[in-house]
């Protein structure tokens, strides 16, 4: 099982369980609308079962080395996913999501856990880079990325599908070397 990960005295960042399914459904569930608009997955996440299918995948992957996703509990209620969604030993690469219910927006959380994920990476992975997509109007999302220091490396053209558009994605990355220089 990963370590838990500190962003804070009232944010940490700690790998899902099956006991969190439900809080973890309830939160979709509230906040499905929002998450659908750029996110691919919430259509097919209609239940309970559904997150205890992705907690059981998010812990094969990475006892794979393949992943490394947590909940974000904040004040010690669970308000978010985080982690890298793909990682790559071989070329030390590794690409962040993340996600945070409508309530936890507008407080710092998902940049404190981004930041909690790059020292993670670069200091106990030994990643090379770490990259970020977020489509092209997703302002918010791309606001985070760019207040970390991370280069806008280009655009990706009708990169993913969601609900019933394509959409292009801005990518960021991020070196280890620029991220000791910061
Ligand atoms: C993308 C998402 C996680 C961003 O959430 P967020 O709350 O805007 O991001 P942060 O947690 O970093 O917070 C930044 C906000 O907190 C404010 N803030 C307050 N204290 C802050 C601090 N100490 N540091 C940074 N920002 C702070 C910022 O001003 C900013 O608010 P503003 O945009 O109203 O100015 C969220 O909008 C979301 O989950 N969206 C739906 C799913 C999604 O798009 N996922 C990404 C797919 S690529």
Redesign the pocket.
Known sequence: MAEALKAGRDLALRPLKLRDARALFALVESNRE??RT??PWPDANRSVQDSRAYILRMRALAKAGRGLSFGLWWKEELV?VAGFVWLDALNASAGI????AQE?????????AVEALLRHGFRSLGLNRIEI???VR?H??R??PK?LGFRHEGTLRQAERLAGRTVDHAVYGLLAVEWRRR
């Open positions: 929002r998450l750029w996110l978010g999501g993340y996600w945070l936890a927006e507008g407080h710092g959380l998902m940049t404190r997509r977020a489509g997703n918010r999302s606001a985070i207040r």
